[in-house]
């Protein structure tokens, strides 16, 4: 089983920038879409970014033209650029490989994105 290391949430003003990292144990982490969640006090946890291994993006609406989802794959890393931080991107933020409608594998402990008004 591939365990997933997020890092990078803090507390950050309105329309200020963070950066997430998500660590993959496993090498298979390069060949898999991977994707970055997130779950809001009180909600569901939605997927608001993902990449293909090859390198193709796709972004939830909330977040396009301000998140930017990027990966290397030496290091079985994946990258989350936030900037224009708005007080509803607050949430947990978690990675994973998408499988289907879903995720593949279990789930990190993810790191906290809290975003001032």
């Known amino acids: 089983q591939v365990q997933l290391v997020e890092s990078g949430g803090g507390l950050v003003q309105t329309g200020g920038s963070l950066t997430l990292s998500c660590a993959a144990s496993?090498?298979?982490?390069?060949?898999?879409?991977a994707g970055w969640y997130r779950q809001a006090p009180g909600k569901q946890r939605e997927l608001v970014a993902s990449i293909t291994r090859g390198g193709n993006t796709n972004y939830a609406d909330s977040v396009k033209g301000r998140f930017t989802v990027s990966r290397d794959n030496a290091k079985n890393t994946v990258y989350l650029q936030m900037n224009s931080l708005k007080p509803e991107d607050t949430g947990v933020y978690y990675c994973?490989?998408?499988?289907?409608?879903?995720?593949?594998?279990?789930w990190g402990q993810g790191t906290q994105v809290t975003v001032s008004s």
């Open positions: 994973n490989a998408l499988q289907g409608s879903g995720a593949a594998w279990n």
């Open positions: 496993g090498s298979i982490f390069r060949f898999v879409t």
